[in-house]
């Protein structure tokens, strides 16, 4: 895929795309330092989180799609129960991560969604990936492993944070992979309300059996669970699937690489992080890998989700 064809997948719809992908990845920055500033239990808020995103969305998704449980048949719902699974290790994963290291590192490692996406659908959807796609997918994967021995070699707790940080983008990835194989017959809406209400079951129950509370014992904690739940789930969430139903998601992908340098800007600012001189080629590869991946995928037709 060229700039010029990525550009066409804004051109007939530019203002509404446009304003789609700065909702987004505005609300993707504003996020995340939410999510580090108010620093709760990643159980206890991945549970509010998917239970309050499902009392949201399941009211949407009967009025989109009157009756749409009825015709979800028994392998979608295996399916889902997988991809709501997955959702609650992306979640927790992704604030373990943001606790251990700074917001830019954080964001770069997260940004191999796409990556960890192609190769999943290589299984699952049976695609075929072009030599572009490969390359980038090397190049990226390569900043990884050098960023972890590096990584390791200055701070040891960087290798518990990488961990968490690629099961999340990994995890985000089977979420979004199983998404694209059951939503033939049910809305993104119905999709989103099903699998948050899983994901909100699944933490639960989790919670339950390993006696961790997800009792909020803070007024000011019900503060950050509720601005957590708008950004992430309504505005990144809802939005993202709004923009994909006409555009592209290698430029969605290419534009969240803006957030990198702007997170870490932020990190700095507001935390007082920095990141290491002797990380930076590691993270350059990554994203310069991450930028070949997207920019190499085949145009498809966009479909309706």
Avoid at 91 to 101: A, C, D, E, R
Avoid at 217 to 244: C, M, P, R
Avoid at 252 to 258: E, R, V, W
Avoid at 261 to 286: K, M, N
């Amino acid at each position: 895929m060229s700039l010029s064809a990525a550009g066409d997948r804004i051109s007939g719809h530019r203002y509404r795309d446009i304003l789609y992908l700065f909702t987004i990845n505005t609300a993707a920055l504003i996020l995340n330092p939410i999510v580090l500033a108010y620093a709760m239990d990643p159980l206890l808020v991945t549970f509010w989180r998917c239970f309050f995103g499902a009392l949201i969305f399941i009211p949407i998704a009967l009025f989109t799609q009157p009756g749409f449980y009825r015709k979800i048949v028994k392998s979608q719902w295996g399916y889902m129960v997988i991809a709501g699974a997955a959702l609650s290790i992306h979640f927790i994963g992704l604030m373990q991560g943001l606790y251990q290291v700074s917001l830019g590192i954080a964001l770069t490692i997260m940004s191999t969604g796409a990556i960890w996406i192609g190769l999943i659908g290589i299984f699952i959807l049976r695609q075929v990936l072009t030599p572009g796609q490969w390359a980038g997918l090397v190049a990226g994967v390569g900043g990884i492993v050098l960023y972890a021995y590096i990584g390791n070699s200055f701070e040891a707790r960087n290798s518990t944070a990488l961990l968490w940080l690629l099961a999340s983008a990994s995890s985000g990835a089977v979420y979004v992979v199983i998404g694209q194989k059951v939503r033939a017959t049910i809305t993104n809406f119905s999709y989103v309300a099903i699998v948050f209400s899983v994901a909100a079951i699944i933490s639960l129950v989790y919670s339950l059996i390993t006696q961790n509370s997800i009792m909020v014992e803070k007024s000011s904690d019900w503060v950050g669970i509720l601005l957590i739940t708008f950004f992430g789930q309504i505005l990144v969430h809802a939005v993202s699937n709004l923009y994909l139903k006409h555009g592209e998601a290698a430029v969605l992908q290419l534009t969240t690489l803006i957030q990198i340098p702007l997170v870490a800007i932020i990190g700095w600012l507001l935390f007082d992080q920095q990141i290491g001189l002797e990380v930076i080629p590691a993270l350059v590869l990554t994203i310069v890998g991450l930028v070949i991946f997207n920019l190499a995928q085949p145009k498809t037709p966009a479909s309706e989700n």
